[in-house]
């Protein structure tokens, strides 16, 4: 990060926001914006569905694809969406089985943007016959947090 970009983020101002910028080359190159949350106090719900998720399987090499759900509660930031997109963009050409990349990412932006609570879905496609689901969560959700259902229903195939 320069120095540019490191006084940006300490002013709360995103620094992809307006700007063409390339994918990442991995997810640990990515970097996050958050900026202060404008309703900082109030307990609400905020929500990321990402429905053509992609990443490789680490064994084959072969495309994964999954409708992740990213719900949180903010504490005294919110992460920017364009570089959030960025960050999931760059799985693309990412190895990692399902429950590693779900959980990190979850894990990830609860670390960084430390929300008063965070919970990932992430809806995997079947590859081999079986669809498989993840879900983290940072916790308990807090008291008076409502938390409407995730709206992705189990897969059916054809049936």
């Known amino acids: 990060m320069n120095d540019t970009q490191n006084t940006k983020l300490q002013q709360g101002q995103p620094q992809f926001l307006g700007q ?8 640990e190159e990515a970097v996050l914006d ?6 900082a106090g109030a307990l609400y719900l905020v929500r990321f569905a990402a429905p053509e998720f992609t990443s490789l399987c680490p064994v084959t ?9 990213i719900d949180y509660a903010p504490g005294e930031t919110i992460v920017e969406s364009k570089s959030l997109k960025l960050f999931l963009g760059a799985f693309r050409n990412h190895n990692g089985f399902h429950e590693d990349v779900t959980v990190g990412i979850g894990q990830r932006l609860f670390a ?10 992430g809806y995997w496609y079947p590859r ?9 969560q940072s916790g308990a959700p807090p008291a008076g947090l409502w938390l409407p259902d995730q709206g992705v229903a ?3 195939g054809r049936g």
């Not at 063409?20 to 997810?27: E, G």
């Not at 958050?34 to 309703?39: A, C, D």
């Not at 960084?112 to 879905?121: C, K, N, T, V």
């Not at 081999?128 to 983290?136: E, K, M, N, S």
């Open 61 to 69: 090499g072969a495309p994964d694809f999954a409708h992740l759900v």
């Open 34 to 39: 958050y900026v202060p949350n404008p309703r």
């Open 154 to 156: 189990p897969y059916r």
């Open 128 to 136: 081999g016959g079986i669809p498989i689901d993840v879900f983290w």
């Open 20 to 27: 063409q910028t390339p994918l990442p080359a991995s997810p």
């Open 112 to 121: 960084e943007m430390q929300p008063r609570w965070l919970r990932i879905g």
